[in-house]
């Protein structure tokens, strides 16, 4: 298979987001109402979505914020019912944070949001195109779960 030169690939992707992107926030505020989270929030629904059940403490770290900024963030995330705090087992003083069944679905609709303004888009290939990239958005499924496994199966996480 012809590869196509990394700077190429860099652009063709960056104007699939500049075509997709408006659409897709567009909709995501529709979808929202006046409840839009920032994108600080979005990202600590992700880390907890993979399985992470960190302190705030350490969201912190993975955020790159501090303690006291990430302790606001997490009170507004409980307040939306997205997140909620539970009980270390092994240390009593600390709280392990969890993602909700609730952000579970915030996010899902977030998922949709996006894979429709990427559909939309796919409406200007022809059908042999669309089954290619379905093809390649496939691989990129079985390479993402290898990922996720190595990463869940990593003893730091």
């Known amino acids: 298979m012809d590869e196509l030169p990394h700077d190429q690939l860099a652009e063709d992707i960056g104007l699939f987001r500049r075509a997709m992107i408006p659409q897709f926030l567009l909709g995501m505020l529709r979808r929202m109402g006046d409840a839009e989270p920032n994108l600080l929030q979005v990202a600590s629904l992700y880390v907890l979505d ?17 303690t006291s900024v990430t302790s606001r963030l997490v009170d507004q995330l409980v307040r939306r019912g997205w997140i909620e705090r539970a009980e270390d087992l092994a240390d009593r003083r600390a709280k392990r944070l969890r993602i909700t069944p609730a952000g579970r679905d915030f996010l899902r609709g977030f998922e949709r949001v996006r894979a429709q303004a990427q559909r939309e888009l796919m409406t200007y290939l022809t059908d042999a195109e669309q089954r290619r990239v379905a093809e390649a958005m496939a691989l990129l499924g079985k390479a993402s779960r290898r990922h996720l496994d190595e990463r869940d199966a990593d003893p730091r996480h």
């Open 50 to 66: 993979g399985g992470a059940r960190p302190t705030v403490g350490d969201l912190a770290g993975q955020l790159g914020r501090s």
